[in-house]
């Protein structure tokens, strides 16, 4: 049994080799497909996000515990302070230690500072 390829099967082939090499190659460039290793490391990011967001209101939450005039004197000093040390004054204040935690950290804190200046716009 001779058995005759057809004329378009070589280049229908060619088309799929070059079509897959397309794809993957506007695929990671364009970051619709990731390595594990980039996935992780997003996973990373998005879950250290999510717990400084749900953390900030609590640094505000234990800045609200100040009477009402030392709050207004806060808001003003904090309003004083540089926009990249406004972060440090809130740690030095301590809102940005969390209850359970010896220590603020910082980018509780950043979060913190840009929901108290939100406080000095009203």
Do not use: H
Not at 73 to 80: C, R
């Amino acid at each position: 049994m001779n058995m005759e390829i057809p004329i378009w099967v070589k280049p229908a082939i060619w088309g799929g080799v070059i079509g897959a090499v397309a794809i993957s190659i506007i695929g990671f460039s364009a970051s619709w497909v990731v390595s594990s290793s980039t996935a992780t490391e997003m996973a990373n990011t998005q879950s250290k996000d999510a717990v400084i967001t749900a953390l900030a209101p609590i640094c505000v939450a234990q800045f609200k515990t100040l009477t009402p005039t030392n709050q207004t004197m806060q808001l003003a000093a904090l309003k004083e302070e540089s926009s990249y040390k406004r972060d440090d004054f809130v740690a030095a204040q301590g809102w940005a230690t969390m209850p359970g935690n010896d220590a603020p950290t910082t980018e509780i804190a950043d979060a913190c500072a840009s929901q108290l200046m939100k406080l000095t716009e009203n």
